[in-house]
């Protein structure tokens, strides 16, 4: 009994080490990072007068920064924090999901933490994901260029 108890702890204590070690390598976005992002969406999305709320999300989803430009409706706040929460949970653009749900796949939908609309993009830097970025307030695809300006902002 005590063989399989102590074999059971050190299987157990190898996992959570692993598990420890790797949520320290991870690189996540700075605020400075953050702040680069929003400046760079924000001057996209007023070149063309539109009105959008821009959120940006760390490694693990967390909100980051966050701008609402005059005349935005409300709404938008949560859609693109969800947007962005999107893309760095399931590791890709929110216009994938939006595809699969055009295409019928339905069961997207019951996915936790989910936008199927255009808009959300993971930030990704030396090919980790380290971010995200969500708008909404105009169409998809407005949302979608002005995100994507957005995460382009770091490579510059």
């Known amino acids: ?17 692993g598990i420890q070690a790797e949520s320290y390598n991870t690189r996540s976005l700075t605020l400075e990072e953050a702040r680069v992002i929003l400046n760079a969406a924000e001057e996209r999305a007023e070149q063309d007068e539109w009105t959008v709320a821009i959120a940006i999300v760390d490694a693990g989803g967390h909100l980051l920064s966050f701008s609402r430009l005059p005349g935005t409706q409300i709404a938008s706040i949560d859609v693109a924090i969800e947007k962005a929460v999107t893309s ?13 749900v055009a295409d019928g796949n339905m ?48 490579d510059r």
């Open 1 to 17: 009994m005590k063989k399989k108890w102590l074999l059971t702890l050190i299987v157990f204590l190898i996992v959570t080490t």
């Open 88 to 100: 760095v949970y399931y590791e890709r653009p929110t216009k994938a999901f939006q595809n699969g």
């Open 107 to 154: 069961s997207l939908l019951s996915l936790p933490h989910f936008s199927a609309f255009e808009g959300g993009v993971p930030i990704i830097v030396d090919d980790e994901i380290i971010g995200a970025i969500g708008v909404s307030g105009v169409t998809p695809e407005q949302d979608g260029i002005i995100a994507n300006a957005g995460a382009e902002a770091l």
